[in-house]
């Protein structure tokens, strides 16, 4: 009889098999048409520039690099905080007076912040934080939860709760195209936990619970799917604006502290790649999740089969062995 191990990596094989030739034949109806409609949510900088937010500056850099790139095609931009339910609200009707009557066939979401220490590190007394690289619990400095408190609850809003408003916001747009897509960028942190992400991961668990509910909520009612993409260590400035790290002298560069807060120094992807396979899922209606790098889709299987073999990879990964 075959063991349950060797019927899980067979089902993986078959599942991997199904995916590929779906990507070869299935493409949704409205991609690559002249008049397709893409709004993406957090354009100025890392992967989101690579497709082509609240950096105006840089949006109309990035517009302007788009414009190059495609003469033919029309770009236009709105500064706009997430976090803020009125400015939210309004995105609808500044799409609607940029593009009269046309619906989004495609929403890509890439806004988001990071956090990059460990729960402990955070809370510790500022003594502890100058004397010792690895905090215990009994380091743990009270009067330290009204920061963890606020900047949990800033990290929430940007990464979960803003998101889930702007979809709210776009769907009856989404709605009304032949076939509306939405493709979320995640984490491979939001379906397995990492050291020094503590807070990041929670955020992405909480975005991966919020996507796969609501995928089933709208089976019946609505044309458009929803895809969300989990990316291991990309190259990109995104770790260095994390909302819980005190900004270290200039003579330390914040990619290499200590403790593996800033991932893996090698490795890492570039954001056209993970740009670049986010195209592919934008123009298919099949798939639901997709890892980058490929290798990373075995996270849930050991999560399932060998989740401690998964932590000390993960506690590998980010240096922390």
């Not at 769907?171 to 509306?180: D, E, F, I, N, Q």
């Amino acid at each position: 009889m075959l063991s349950p191990t060797l019927l899980a990596i067979a089902a993986a094989l078959g599942v991997w098999a199904y995916g590929r030739i779906r990507a070869i034949t299935g493409r949704r109806n409205g991609t690559n048409c002249p008049a397709e409609l893409v709004v993406i949510v957090g354009a100025s900088s890392g992967i989101g520039k690579d497709l082509v937010a609240r950096r105006t500056p840089l949006l109309a850099q990035v517009a302007e690099q788009c414009r190059q790139a495609n003469p033919l095609s029309t770009i236009a931009y709105e500064s706009m905080d997430i976090t803020k339910p009125d400015q939210v609200q309004t995105l609808p009707c500044r799409i609607h007076a940029a593009y009269p009557q046309q619906p989004v066939d495609t929403l890509i979401l890439c806004a988001g912040v990071i956090s990059v220490q460990r729960f402990v590190d955070f809370l510790a007394t500022p003594e502890a934080k100058d004397t010792r690289a690895t905090k215990t619990p009994n380091d743990i400095d009270l009067t330290r939860l009204p920061s963890f408190y606020t900047t949990a609850m800033a990290i929430f809003n940007a990464n979960a709760i803003g998101l889930m408003g702007v979809i709210g916001a776009m769907l009856p747009l989404l709605h009304t195209a032949k076939s509306g897509r939405i493709v979320v960028v995640s984490s491979a942190a939001g379906r397995s936990g990492a050291p020094t992400r503590s807070l990041y991961a929670a955020t992405k668990h909480a975005l991966h619970g919020f996507i796969d509910s609501l995928r089933i909520e709208l089976l019946d009612t609505t044309r458009t799917t929803i895809c969300t993409v989990c990316p291991g260590t990309v190259a990109t400035d995104f770790r260095q604006s994390a909302v819980d790290l005190a900004r270290p002298p200039s003579s330390a560069p914040l990619d290499q502290l200590s403790n593996g807060a800033f991932g893996s120094p090698t490795g890492k992807l570039t954001p056209l790649a993970v740009a670049q396979r986010m195209m592919e899922v934008a123009d298919n209606n099949w798939e639901r999740e997709v890892f980058l790098p490929r290798s990373y889709a075995f996270i849930p299987w050991l999560q399932v089969l060998c989740p401690t073999l998964l932590d000390t990879l993960a506690a590998r990964k980010y240096r922390q062995t």
